[in-house]
């Protein structure tokens, strides 16, 4: 067994049918690699915005220092936490919900949930560190939101393995630009996945295409991708305005021109 796409949707699956099955609150549930780095992080429609970052900063945590965050706060006094804190500019958290994620003796990477009480976080990364052992076959059912954000997802990775394209981050957001699901294929860079959830972001904000808002505001644009105006303002090619449950959707992993056409082919083949 090794940390791949597979094994994280696999781990979040087993979060999700935990909370589930024992009514707990809807929440995002993350899953990092051995350098913090995000493979797979999925949101269910009600789990608040605020969860995503908090989910994926409790993988990173984990990931990062190889310990549950339980474990961290028995050993690392307040002050140091702060000194880190500020350090790794707020990454670091020693909030329950995060756990190392743990194959044949090696921390390979973490597994954080946000969302729940403190305690109902905890149990939720733990079902999904089990989870990750489970043999048998198991499903879930989400809300329409993430469903077919998945079904995007899904038809997304079957175009690109199907017409041998360099493998892409994926990121899917509501209608407000936060994310219901963000996928790193395996081999693909760490980096291209925050360029996906900028492009998917700006196209949910401005309800165009995001290489298309240049049309609109191109006069106040401080640079060419627009970094003085918002972190997540991204104007070339890659994501694509939905405008329904789903918002938009951003790819990124080849050229700005090839993801564009990855997007708008797979929305085509599922008629949106």
Known sequence: MSLNLDLARKIIKAMIRFSIDNYMLPGTYAVTDSGGHVIAVERRDSGLPATIDLAIDKAWTASVMRLSAKVLDQVITRGEVWRLNVKYNGRMTLIPGAVPLIIQGEVV???????ESVEGDEKIAQAGLSGAYREEEFEVKVEKGLELAKTIADNT?????????????ITITDINGWPLLIYRMDGTPYGFVGISRSRAWTSSAFKVDSHKVVDLVGSMLESPNGEGSNERFNTTQGGVYVGDVIGAIGIAGNTPEEDYKIANSVLKLINF
């Open 109 to 115: 990477g973490g597994i954080g949930h946000s969302g």
């Open 157 to 169: 990775i079957n175009y690109v393995n199907k017409n041998k394209i360099r493998p892409v981050a």
